[in-house]
């Protein structure tokens, strides 16, 4: 996505979209919410300079402003580089094929194991045969 597309979007349509879609949702649900934070520290400082603006605590008002935006802006700084550490992250991680082929031997020593269970079971259920001869004419008369 380009950049004038996310610059565009409010901290509220950035964190409703980030909480809508949830391929981009942590990044943007991130962003929203400290872009949220960002407008309602400076609004807030905003509202309280135009209420003193005179007197003492105007000045330390301004210079509390002035660290918090710094501040926020280097939190906003780091959360707009969140999507491409989680790129080079995804990137960096080596997907085996031990995990692959532990699950197929597993899976090959199950059969194996279901095979002799079940050939044990179909011989221990048919009767052996008996030594005496049959008690009964085996062919029948016509």
């Known amino acids: 996505m380009s950049e004038k597309a996310e610059a565009s979007l409010t901290p509220r ?3 409703t979209r980030g909480l809508t879609y949830s391929a981009v949702g942590p990044v943007d649900v991130t962003r929203g919410v ?3 934070g960002v ?3 400076n609004s807030t400082a905003t509202e309280l300079r135009r209420r003193y603006r005179e007197g003492r605590l105007a000045r330390e008002l301004a210079a509390a ?5 710094q501040e926020l802006a280097a939190a906003q700084e780091v959360v707009a580089n969140l999507p491409q550490l989680l790129q080079e992250a995804r990137r960096n991680q080596r997907r085996s094929k031990k995990p692959w082929l532990i699950a197929g031997a597993a899976g090959v020593v199950v059969l194996a194991g279901g095979a002799v269970a079940f050939s044990v079971v179909r011989r221990s259920s048919r009767p052996e ?3 005496l001869p049959p008690s009964v004419d085996v062919q029948p008369r016509p």
Do not use: K
């Open 13 to 15: 349509e950035r964190l």
């Open 34 to 36: 400290v872009g949220l």
């Open 39 to 41: 407008q309602s520290a």
């Open 65 to 69: 402003q002035e660290s918090i935006g």
């Open 129 to 131: 045969p008996s030594p």
